[in-house]
């Protein structure tokens, strides 16, 4: 079972739209898929039940309330996307991090977001799966635009931290709508939304690795 966690110490930087988008591209693989929502505000599983009328319905979890989930999971899930709770640090995600393949972490351009996002990858580094090696950290750079000096200070800056960026993901209110129908960017083939579509690539090919 692939194994995803979405986790940042800062909301607001698009941790569940990046989970819900990945589970929406694993169903829609074929994959029998699982969301676990430990966010207390809960916009995982409501996306996930606006979802559920279609062939690509994802499962939503309860994740708020310590290891309780495991025992909701289904023993044939293929891959499991996290929605970690906004604002905590490593060893609160402990039950997560211990199965995880990969914890993807949001940042956005903006001093304060950055500032914000280091303690918690400070946190992530004591990690014992994370110093051994087991257990890869990847940045997702989020609501970019790449025409403007923040976006791309900040890329060079996230560039030198000991994790690779991951995936550059445009600003968009795409993603805002997608997420109120239950929808996401792979669930369209129109060529409206094909560069965004494109935005994710790097993403999805460095977690098959």
Do not use: C
């Not at 569940?16 to 916009?43: E, F, K, N």
């Not at 996306?47 to 989930?69: K, M, Y």
């Not at 640090?89 to 940042?107: G, S």
């Not at 550059?168 to 109120?180: I, K």
């Amino acid at each position: 079972m692939k194994t995803i966690v979405v986790a940042s110490s800062k909301g607001g930087v698009g941790k569940s739209t990046i989970a819900t988008h990945l589970a929406a591209q694993a169903a829609l693989s074929g994959q029998r898929t699982v969301l676990v929502d430990a966010d207390p505000q809960g916009s995982a599983t409501r996306w996930a039940q606006r979802r559920a009328g279609l062939d690509s319905a994802v499962l939503p979890i309860d994740g708020s309330a310590g290891r309780g989930w495991q025992r909701q999971l289904p023993q044939d899930t293929q891959t499991l996307v996290v929605d970690a709770a906004a604002g905590a640090m490593a060893p609160a995600l402990a039950p997560f991090l211990e199965r995880a393949d990969a914890v993807l972490v949001p940042v956005l351009p903006s001093t304060l977001d950055i500032e914000a996002t280091v303690p918690f990858l400070d946190t992530l580094a004591r990690t014992a799966r994370v110093r051994r090696g087991e257990l890869r950290v990847g940045l997702v750079g989020n609501k970019l635009r790449p025409w403007t000096n923040a976006s791309q200070q900040a890329l060079d800056l996230w560039r030198q931290w000991p994790y690779p960026l991951a995936a550059q993901l445009r600003d968009s209110q795409a993603y805002a709508l997608l997420t109120g129908l239950g929808k996401s960017l792979f669930d369209y083939h129109s060529a409206q939304v094909r560069e965004h579509q494109d935005d994710w690539q790097p993403l999805l090919r460095w977690l098959r690795k």
